[in-house]
């Protein structure tokens, strides 16, 4: 469950890896269209493999780098099952191509 930013309302989150249920999600209380708000912990993730590259310089550092990726996985996961959403601002893409099949100047 998360809540809809414009009503204030409960709305049921379908499972983060339904990616399909996400892209149509709607408030049901007032029609907004909603998107899944990415995990904050996202941000550690790029900064795993420099951690590794300093786990060679001794047994400490090869810890640190162990814990560090644990702990980015975990958050990773826990913000998954939780996850928040926010207003969709992206209107529905507009077909680029137009087919002047009723034009009437032929
Ligand atoms: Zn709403």
């Known amino acids: 469950m998360a809540k ?9 989150t379908p499972l983060f890896l339904n990616l399909d249920a996400w892209r149509h999600l709607v408030c049901p209380h007032c029609q ?10 996202i ?29 980015t996985v ?13 207003l969709r601002k992206k209107s529905l893409p507009e077909p680029s191509i137009r087919l002047n099949i009723d034009d009437p100047s032929n």
């Open 4 to 12: 809809c930013p414009a009503c204030n309302h409960d709305v049921r």
């Open 32 to 41: 907004a269209r909603l998107e899944m708000k990415p995990p904050r912990s």
């Open 43 to 71: 941000v550690l993730g790029p900064l795993i493999a420099p951690f590794f590259v300093f786990a060679r310089e001794g047994r400490v550092f090869e810890i640190i780098a162990f814990v560090f990726m644990f702990v």
């Open 74 to 86: 975990f958050l990773l996961l826990l913000e998954s099952l939780r996850p928040k959403v926010q």
